[in-house]
């Protein structure tokens, strides 16, 4: 199938069922825009995807006054995502935003049977349930971002402060996204072992999938086990699992052991402060997912909803990136890497979405 890759310039400015009901509410209302959304698995504070999404429509509802709700599926199937929709629209939502691949074949489905629906799903497309099929209605947006990039500079900036150590890799489901996250992120290091001379090791016994992205104590007991080998540095791109290896680097740190995490999706350095003020998140390799959610509020508000295409948010037009201020890098470190991002948008330096990386 052919893609229709779309650059916006309004991402320029990157910046059982349980209502659990996310109403917010704004000032008065300015739209009959309504925008719901279902969450993928997880809870809406996962501090990773769901909650990134989430806080952009939070934000477009306080800025627009805005009647926003999310909902949480019993489950994470096909069948479970179309409930929710199904209760969302009835309920009178008309501007629907899924996170997560997850919802492939459900939005499939719902263009067809909500066309006058606008949907909004990130990080996949729709497709029929066997995939021979893939097809974007005008009521439906597609967003991808470029993982590769963000994780390259991740291990870039990680490798500068730390120089010399061994690092790891955590990933959820082994899936496109988290996978490109993995790739880029020993291609950082490895640009920053040939051109920084860093001495950073990355052995295959600590690169490994869980296979969920909600297993809070599987991530803890993974990160465990990794910080026992000598592991100095772990990068997180699993959700809730992402969550347990947070929790093992603060207890860890907080007994006085020099350990660190790199964050995912959004930034998570907040997640990682102890009780001293301090946090162990390094850096974070991020999606800007509440831009996107937010960019495509405003988008619709003012006529500009790019319909039925699919867009590619990368370094080009600052889809991805590491956060702006990051505490526990010293300047020499963000400065250098502001000038890698400054290549990598130029093109000269180019990160490669698939590979057999680093890892031995």
Known sequence: MKKLTVVLCIFLLLGTVAFAQGSAEGAAKKSNLRVGMVTDAGTIDDKSFNQGTWEGILRASKDYGLDVKYLKPAGTTEADYLKEIGNLVDAGYNFIITPGFKFETAIFEAQDKYPKVKFVILDGEPHSADYSVFRIEQNVVAVYWAEHESGFLAGFAAALQVKEGDFGFVGGMEIPAVQKFNWG??????????NFGTKIAMKQENNLYQGSFDNVSAGQQIAASMYDRGVDVIFAAAG????????EAKNRASSG?????????????????????KSIILTSAMKYLDRASYDMIEAELNG?????????????????????????????????????????????????????????
Do not use: C, R
């Not at 992120?185 to 040939?194: D, I, L, M, P, R």
């Not at 959004?266 to 997640?271: F, G, K, L, T």
């Not at 590491?322 to 890698?340: G, M, Q, R």
């Open 185 to 194: 992120f020993q291609q950082g290091v490895k640009y920053a072992n040939a």
């Open 240 to 247: 809730g699992v992402g969550v347990g290896v947070i929790n």
């Open 304 to 360: 500009t909803y790019p319909a039925g295409q699919i867009l590619h948010l990368d370094a080009t037009n600052d889809g991805v990136g590491i956060p702006v201020t990051n505490p526990n890098l010293t300047k020499s470190v963000t400065d250098e890497v502001a000038k890698v991002y400054a290549k990598m948008k130029s093109g000269e330096i180019k990160v490669a979405a698939v590979g057999d990386g680093l890892f031995k």
């Open 257 to 277: 052991q020099n350990v660190w995490v790199i964050g995912v999706d959004v930034d998570q350095y907040p997640e990682g402060v102890m009780p001293n003020g």
